[in-house]
């Protein structure tokens, strides 16, 4: 399942193609700005395309409307992309969003927050770093090969966030995987960015299709990668 919009394949990018960023969060979900704002300062940034990936459940009401608002604000000189980001829910892979708002969507974010065993649902502080790990790996895999999403979001990130790393062996099987199922790999600044040197061997062995993702959720983030490739001369 490849995403709507800019999935391309690692091995074929090029500077241009880190012009984008199709993780962003507004204030329809835990966002602190506007779906104006956030255009306004995607423009200022020269970005190519974004998408508005707000956070949701399956119980989740607000997406007419604020689909309906992003689509008002799109334009020629930036592809404005709805999408949402959701929870992977199990260990079958399913995500906690609707058929609905899956249909409705060009883009689908599916990644690991919290830890469902039994009836809980647990922070990687729970677990301690390797089963952290190792849970997360799990849910990755399960949700690739289930497929109700298009990308991966943040692949590695919640051990990461908690625990400052996620193995690079673990990274090789998700990277594999995608690349087999031709689920994108969000290549996500917030959580990559420090690590992208390491990532970048397997990503041109597996030739994966990725995405460029912030993960904003303030302007401040939106469209780094832009900045931080055309530091390192490119992708």
């Known amino acids: 399942m490849v995403v709507v919009g800019h999935p391309i394949r690692f091995n074929t990018l090029g500077i241009l193609d880190t012009y984008a960023d199709l993780h962003v969060h507004s204030a329809w979900s835990d966002g602190a700005n506007s779906i104006a704002e956030i255009v306004q300062e995607a423009r200022l940034k020269n970005l190519r395309i974004i998408a508005i990936t707000d956070h949701v459940r399956r119980e989740s009401t607000y997406f007419p409307d604020y689909c309906a608002e992003i689509r008002k604000m799109g334009s020629s000189d930036l592809p404005i992309l709805v999408g949402f980001e959701a929870k992977i829910r199990d260990f079958q892979g399913d995500l906690d969003v609707s058929s609905e708002v899956r249909r409705r969507s060009d883009i689908q974010i ?38 109700q999403m298009g990308i991966l979001g943040h692949p590695g990130g919640m051990s990461i966030k908690a625990f400052g790393e996620f193995p690079m062996e673990f990274f090789r099987e998700i990277t594999a995987e995608c690349s087999r199922n031709d689920i994108v790999f969000e290549l996500n600044s917030t959580y990559h960015a420090s690590i992208y040197g390491d990532l970048h061997p397997m990503l041109k062995e597996y030739n994966p ?23 390192r001369g490119g992708s």
């Open 110 to 147: 599916g990644s690991v927050h919290r830890f469902p065993l039994g009836r809980k649902l647990l922070s990687p502080k729970d677990l301690g770093k390797h089963i952290c790990q190792e849970v997360e790996l799990e849910l990755s895999i399960a949700a690739i090969r289930r497929q």
């Open 209 to 231: 299709y990725v995405t460029f993702g912030s993960d904003a959720h303030t302007l401040e983030d939106i469209g780094k990668w832009s900045t931080i490739l055309s530091k």
